[in-house]
């Protein structure tokens, strides 16, 4: 068994369109499953999301990671 996977945006009609390929025969049993996000994030959900990270721990413990790892680099072709 092969997969197929196609990522697509839900239009007004709701109607999705699939392509196969050329080797599938026809009659061949196929299993098609449909995944989608429930939710629809605003600019808003998404600012807080942001605010929200500012005080998660282990988010501002990543950037300092980040951080450090590319402070040697940062410098580099900067002394003129």
């Known amino acids: 068994?092969?997969?197929i996977r196609q990522?697509?945006?839900?239009p007004e009609n709701r109607e999705l369109r699939i392509?196969?390929?050329?080797e599938i025969?026809?009659?061949?049993?196929?299993?098609?499953?449909?995944?989608?996000?429930e939710t629809q994030n605003t600019r808003?959900?998404?600012?807080?999301?942001?605010?929200a990270a500012m005080n998660d721990e282990l988010f501002k413990h990543d950037l300092?990671?980040?951080a450090s790892d590319f402070a040697s680099v940062d410098?580099?072709?900067w002394n003129a």
């Not at 392509?19 to 050329?22: A, E, G, Y």
């Not at 808003?44 to 605010?51: H, P, S």
């Open 7 to 10: 990522t697509m945006r839900a």
């Open 75 to 77: 410098m580099e072709g």
């Open 19 to 22: 392509h196969l390929p050329d």
């Open 25 to 37: 025969a026809p009659n061949a049993a196929i299993e098609i499953i449909v995944m989608y996000d």
């Open 1 to 3: 068994m092969q997969a």
């Open 44 to 51: 808003a959900d998404k600012i807080n999301g942001l605010k």
């Open 64 to 66: 300092k990671e980040i």
